[in-house]
């Protein structure tokens, strides 16, 4: 992945979404402005207050606490090949967020389970119970990123990046091999408008898109704290 840094030791990352908070000046003449119109003045500044700073959101997954886990990221070779890198990228900020915060009993290191992925060339067509017991875990948190792109296809000139995949959880103990919890995750970088080439580099665009993208994942495994009024 251009220019992300790679580590294989898990080391403390702590990221949290914070969202500037704007100063609201209001200049009240004399008998200028009257009383409706300071009152809808004060209602203007009273929503702008509350949309700022940050709520506590609860894990929508608990099911990791006290147990095993590891963590598997696909994508096809075409988004690999357009970003090389980030696969191991995800897999080491993924596990490095549940490992910090998901109260689980243990984990596998990123680089033990990419080293698995690189010498099992057949593992993406293994059932997910049967890779969970290929890892030895209790739980196999399984993202299959399907889109990942810096701009819109054939529009080179502006920023306008897109990351979104399947976040999933496979518990060993089920017999059944299917998802017991799973969800769809779609974020943007910069943000809804295209950004000119020439105001952000690549590896700004790239580092923040699957920043976001890895918080997304990461938030709904574990209790965090969230701006009231978030980008993506």
């Known amino acids: 992945m251009d220019n992300l840094p ?107 389970v990419l080293e698995y992925m690189f010498r099992t060339p057949g593992w993406s067509a293994k059932p997910l119970d049967d890779l969970a017991k290929d890892l030895g875990v209790e739980r196999l948190v399984y993202v299959d990123l399907y889109e990942y792109r810096l701009h819109e296809p054939g529009n080179a000139y502006e920023w306008d990046g897109v990351a979104a995949g399947r976040a999933g959880v496979i518990e060993a103990e089920s017999a059944l091999g299917v998802y017991a919890f799973d969800r769809l995750v779609r974020v943007r970088f910069p943000g809804k408008s295209g950004f000119d080439r020439d105001k952000l580099s690549r590896q700004v665009v790239n580092t923040g898109l699957a920043q976001r993208f890895i918080d997304r994942v990461s938030w709904l495994f574990h209790k965090h704290e969230e701006a009231k009024k978030i980008e993506y």
């Open 6 to 112: 790679m580590h294989a030791a898990i080391h403390t990352v702590r990221s949290r979404a914070v969202l500037g908070v704007a100063a609201l000046g209001l200049l009240l003449g004399a008998g200028v402005i009257g009383g409706c119109a300071i009152a809808g003045i004060a209602a203007v500044a009273g929503k702008a207050i509350s949309e700022t700073g940050t709520r506590t959101i609860e894990a929508q997954y608990t099911g990791l606490a006290g147990k095993s886990f590891a963590v598997v990221v696909a994508a096809d070779r075409t988004i690999q090949a357009d970003a090389p890198g980030l696969v191991e990228f995800l897999t080491i900020k993924i596990t490095q967020r549940l490992h910090e915060h998901a109260q689980a009993s243990a984990f596998v290191p990123p680089a033990d």
